[in-house]
């Protein structure tokens, strides 16, 4: 995803097959300055044209029991933003797709344009391809 430390997935259901619901999910520790994330929504800049789109629900917010081996709690923060499917790919075909992830008191940018990080792992973009590819409409 570039600079923003909150990961991007999706899912698709038949029931409702125009729409398409993006997971934010956000992995950290208690010893971290945002070691739970509340979002609210995201917005999606699509070669200058913003959109908003709101967080369905609230935000999930886990952690795990204290680990002895790191001396740390590990927590998770996961919320569901529901788009339209069109849109999406939208966001896959654009030259300049840039991410705000919004959250009580604070954002986090990122670039969603790019298919692969400087060490070539695939980044968000391209594992979105392959999801849309799986979809048959």
């Known amino acids: 995803m570039g600079v923003a430390s909150t990961k991007i997935g999706a ?5 409702s097959p125009g729409f398409v619901t993006l997971i934010l999910k ?10 739970y994330k509340n979002y ?3 917005s999606v800049n699509i070669d200058g044209d913003i959109k908003k789109f709101p967080v369905a629900g609230a935000t999930e917010l886990q952690s795990s029991d204290y680990n002895t081996v790191t001396n740390t709690i590990y927590t998770e ?3 569901l933003v529901i788009i339209p499917l069109e849109y999406l790919r939208n966001m896959v ?6 991410l705000r992830f919004e959250s009580i008191h604070r954002y986090d940018d990122g670039v969603f344009s790019r298919d692969t ?3 070539g792992q695939k980044l968000a973009k391209a594992r979105i391809i392959e999801f849309l590819k799986l979809i048959v409409q």
Not at 11 to 15: P, T
Not at 26 to 35: F, P, Q, Y
């Open 77 to 79: 923060s996961t919320a």
């Open 26 to 35: 956000n992995d950290s520790t208690v010893n971290s300055s945002d070691a």
């Open 93 to 98: 075909e654009a030259k300049d797709v840039r």
């Open 40 to 42: 609210e929504s995201i």
């Open 117 to 119: 990080s400087d060490y």
């Open 11 to 15: 899912r698709w259901s038949e029931s």
